[in-house]
């Protein structure tokens, strides 16, 4: 081997630099021989990088990740001599983050590999991110799932999320786009649920002036709203079966009218369709076109359910916790977590968010008690009404609480100190807030 056919570790050092994302360069006793400066600052190293481990310094091991219950990217290129590509969590300065690793190995003249490049992607983009709409986890459901995500984003293909209702598909569906080629282009999302055939047609497609009576203006289409972005359509199985020929129509020809136009739009978008339902027994049974189904479904993602991840419900919860209290800081007494850690959570996510909500409004301390959640978890069964009529008509957090102690107050059948003691707090503090809450009115205890 010669110097020239045969790039030196000078060499490499300056080609790591000239890549934006953090990359290092690892031998194959997983000791770091170069890395750039995105790398030092990531797990800020001040230069004292050299020679020490990689899984040492991003995840804090003291042995290889294979080792310690983790796949690890660089024993599987040992193993195939190709590149990889895998999903890691690293512990950064920050925390506990998803990074997206790619390792590839550097071959000498001989074909024998010498070194490999790790190249690290952070999972979550940071520059679109709203902290209150972040994607959480790090249990190997969850893992497993953005793993899958992460793989799909930056191609074209149609994805479809499966999971129950609550899992977070509208998220999801988010995390394709904003780490899409399509991020600075619209997300556009389609409520398929409950839209009549011709209803759905016009929100879908648009129409023209005077396509039907009512029509005195121009409207444009959500597929022409989506143009050069991405199109989401949630609750996908619901579509009528009369218009399901259309949408197929629309993803074989790239092309779509407006209701009462004459000439034919080309579309412009990449796909994203959301069910809770099983779609291949819609097939089976006649409601749902097979042919459609094929063209939405070229890469499905299943959402774990909340009781398949228990390791991240005090993860998410926190989450919840911080975004949902932001002129208040709040925590959970450790009897909460307890109580919080032997839920299954039937209304995932969703119905989590839920009772965090009205603990908040229920602590008048610092500290979420259990008492604040298992009061919520009475409330369960009236989660629906109480959903419902809020998405009827937005409430502000007064009337949310006002009704939500109306609720508790007759399930205690009027008796203050019960509820009193049920919310943990004094009968004198209920009744503030209840006059806090409405004054000038009947309150709920009269």
């Given amino acids: 081997m010669t110097e020239s056919s045969y790039p030196t570790l000078p060499a490499i050092s300056s080609m790591l630099e000239a890549i934006p994302a953090p990359a290092v360069l690892l031998d194959r006793d997983y000791r770091i021989r170069a890395a750039n400066d ?71 003249e001989e074909g024998e590999i010498r070194f490999y490049v790790e190249i690290m992607q952070p999972a979550h983009p940071g520059r679109r991110e709203r902290s209150e709409r972040r994607m959480i986890g790090f249990s190997n459901a969850y893992t497993h799932m953005l793993e899958l995500l992460s793989r799909a984003a930056p191609a074209d293909i149609s994805v479809l999320l499966l999971g129950e209702s609550g899992t977070g598909k509208e998220l ?98 990449r796909l994203v369709c959301a069910t809770h339902q099983p779609l291949q027994e819609l097939v089976r049974e006649g409601r749902f076109r097979q042919d459609l189904y094929y063209r939405i479904s070229p890469f499905p993602v299943r959402l774990p359910a909340l009781r398949d991840r228990c390791d991240d419900v005090l993860h998410l919860a926190r989450h919840l916790l911080d975004s949902l209290s932001k002129q208040r800081i709040l925590n959970f007494a450790e009897n909460a977590e307890h109580w919080l850690r032997q839920q299954s959570f039937p209304g995932n996510i969703r119905e989590l968010r839920n009772r965090i909500e009205r603990a908040i409004l229920l602590c008048d301390g610092s500290n979420i008690e259990a008492s604040h959640l298992q009061l919520a978890e009475e409330a369960a069964t009236d989660d629906r009404s109480l959903i ?59």
Avoid: W
Wanted: some cysteine; hydrophobic content about 30%.
């Fill in 38 to 108: 995105a790398y030092r600052r990531t797990f800020q190293q001040d230069g004292a990088l050299l020679n020490r481990h990689c899984y040492e310094v991003s995840h804090g091991y003291s042995v290889p990740c294979d080792q310690a219950g983790e796949t690890c990217p660089l024993r599987q290129c040992q193993e195939s001599g190709r590149r990889q590509r895998m999903l890691h969590i690293h512990n950064t300065p920050k925390g506990r983050e998803h990074v997206d690793v790619e390792l590839s190995p550097i071959r000498d």
């Fill in 172 to 269: 999801a569906a988010e995390y394709l786009h904003e780490r899409s080629p399509r991020a600075s282009k619209p997300f556009v999302t389609v409520e398929c649920s409950g839209l009549t055939d011709s209803l759905f047609e016009s929100e879908l497609f648009g129409h023209e002036k005077g396509a039907f009576t009512g029509a005195t203006h121009r409207k444009m289409g959500l597929v022409e709203a989506a143009a050069g972005g991405t199109l989401f359509l949630d609750e996908v199985g619901d579509i009528p079966l009369s218009m399901q020929v259309k949408l197929l129509r629309l993803l074989e020809s790239g092309a779509y009218r407006p209701v009462g136009g004459v000439t034919p739009k080309q579309a412009d978008f």
């Fill in 388 to 446: 419902e009529a809020a998405e009827e008509k937005l409430l502000t957090l007064e009337e949310a609480e006002l009704r939500y102690l109306q609720q508790a107050f007759e399930r205690h059948q009027g008796d203050n100190a019960s509820l009193a003691r049920a919310l943990g707090v004094s009968e004198r503090t209920l009744y503030r807030k209840i006059r806090t809450l409405k004054q000038g009115s009947a309150s709920p205890h009269r």
